[in-house]
T-cell receptor, first 109, second 114 residues
Framework: DAKTTQPTSMDCAEGRAANLPCNHSTISGNEYVYWYRQIHSQGPQYIIHGLKNNETNEMASLIITEDRKSSTLILPHATLRDTAVYYCIVLQYGNKLVFGAGTILRVKS | DSGVTQTPKHLITATGQRVTLRCSPRSGDLSVYWYQQSLDQGLQFLIQYYNGEERAKGNILERFSAQQFPDLHSELNLSSLELGDSALYFC?????????????FGQGTRLTVV
């Protein structure tokens, strides 16, 4: 599975959009981009995933560049409860999830 | 609530002892994963089972073993425990019977070895 690069940490003001970038320049055509988050000491939580097209669900939007070498997770209106570690993971269908260091997102009032 | 149940939530035991952690996956999920997260460490993949068979192995110590039973619940056995085994242990499950799937994590078992 392709490796990903994420910023170590980011801050976001409450109520504003949080845009979390992820670089996956070695992604192959059959690999998906997944996003998970982990709120302090809780089990990781699935957020969203995509292959080529942009995706949106009730939690977030995922924007994947046309060349698929990078993506952005967007939390449209961040709240204090969105403070967590966010993981961008690239993997083939059915493979195990391998978590990197992720991005620590701090939402501030 | 993810639908994945882990028991016990907390466990305190002495060095050298053996413990068993239990995981009940979401109804219908065939795949179970185990992860270890030590204090201030990332999530380390240990092992994956799919419909009773071992499918993938990560950085799992020889002192650790796991299995998945016919009813799809899974157990992680940790033996000859050391202080360094103190960690959060997470179980996750996923369907993998449809083309696109995601994993759902339990709330973890916090193991403290004293």
């Amino acid at each position: 599975d392709a490796k990903t690069t994420q910023p170590t940490s980011m801050d976001c003001a409450e109520g504003r959009a949080a845009n979390l970038p992820c670089n996956h320049s070695t992604i192959s055509g059959n690999e998906y981009v997944y996003w998970y988050r982990q709120i302090h000491s809780q089990g990781p939580q699935y957020i969203i995933h995509g292959l080529k097209n942009n995706e949106t669900n009730e939690m977030a939007s995922l924007i994947i560049t046309e060349d698929r070498k990078s993506s952005t997770l967007i939390l449209p209106h961040a709240t204090l409860r969105d403070t967590a570690v966010y993981y961008c993971i690239v993997l083939q269908y059915g493979n195990k999830l391998v978590f990197g260091a992720g991005t620590i997102l701090r939402v501030k009032s | 609530d993810s639908g994945v149940t882990q028991t016990p939530k907390h466990l305190i035991t002495a060095t050298g002892q053996r413990v068993t952690l239990r995981c009940s996956p979401r109804s219908g999920d065939l795949s179970v994963y185990w992860y270890q997260q030590s204090l201030d460490q990332g999530l380390q993949f240990l092992i994956q089972y799919y419909n009773g068979e071992e499918r993938a192995k990560g950085n799992i110590l020889e002192r650790f073993s796991a299995q998945q039973f016919p009813d799809l619940h899974s157990e992680l056995n940790l033996s000859s425990l050391e202080l360094g085994d103190s960690a959060l242990y997470f179980c996750a499950s996923s369907a993998i019977h449809r083309e696109i799937t995601e994993a759902f994590f339990g709330q973890g078992t916090r193991l403290t070895v004293v």
